[in-house]
């Protein structure tokens, strides 16, 4: 139970707080827009971890539920050109007032395909470097 609390808080909050920038789907014949917060991408050895919004133009439809906003935290190995997720939020809209569902998902890690979103991504994430905050 204090897993599933802290995976909630994790995900809530970061969406709540985030810097959202637009980063990939500009066109009308994008099927979503993505958004990353790049000020908070870590780095450690060869894995960059990354947050990233989708927002969906149609809404989507999973097990039953609606919605069109999906947040992920991916791992990128910027060695091995692989990617995984291992966090992931969907909210029925922009507002992310209340996740439907959130959770630890801890997929696999898959080769990332050349010329895809994940290729793209993992790009920024590996090679981004946030902007050091002065007071």
């Known amino acids: 139970m204090?897993?599933?609390?802290f995976v909630w808080c994790v995900l809530f909050l970061?969406?709540?707080?985030?810097?959202?920038?637009?980063?990939?789907g500009y066109s009308n014949e994008d099927p979503a827009m993505l958004y990353v917060d790049a000020d908070?991408?870590?780095?450690?050895?060869?894995?960059a971890k990354l947050w990233e919004k989708t927002v969906f133009r149609k809404i989507q439809t999973l097990e039953?539920?609606?919605y069109k906003v999906r947040v992920t935290l991916s791992e990128?190995?910027?060695k091995k050109k692989e990617v995984k997720v291992v966090y992931a939020g969907l909210y029925k809209d922009e507002?992310?007032?209340?996740?439907?569902?959130?959770?630890?998902?801890?997929?696999n890690?898959?080769?990332?395909?050349?010329?895809?979103?994940?290729?793209?991504?993992?790009?920024?994430?590996?090679?981004?470097?946030?902007k050091k905050k002065t007071k």
């Open 95 to 107: 507002a992310m007032q209340e996740p439907l569902w959130f959770g630890n998902v801890n997929y």
């Open 109 to 130: 890690a898959i080769p990332i395909t050349p010329g895809s979103y994940a290729e793209t991504t993992g790009e920024l994430a590996c090679t981004y470097s946030p």
């Open 40 to 47: 908070k991408i870590e780095k450690k050895n060869n894995i």
């Open 2 to 5: 204090k897993k599933i609390l």
């Open 76 to 78: 990128y190995d910027c």
């Open 14 to 24: 970061n969406s709540a707080v985030a810097d959202w920038i637009p980063f990939l």
């Open 64 to 66: 039953g539920s609606t």
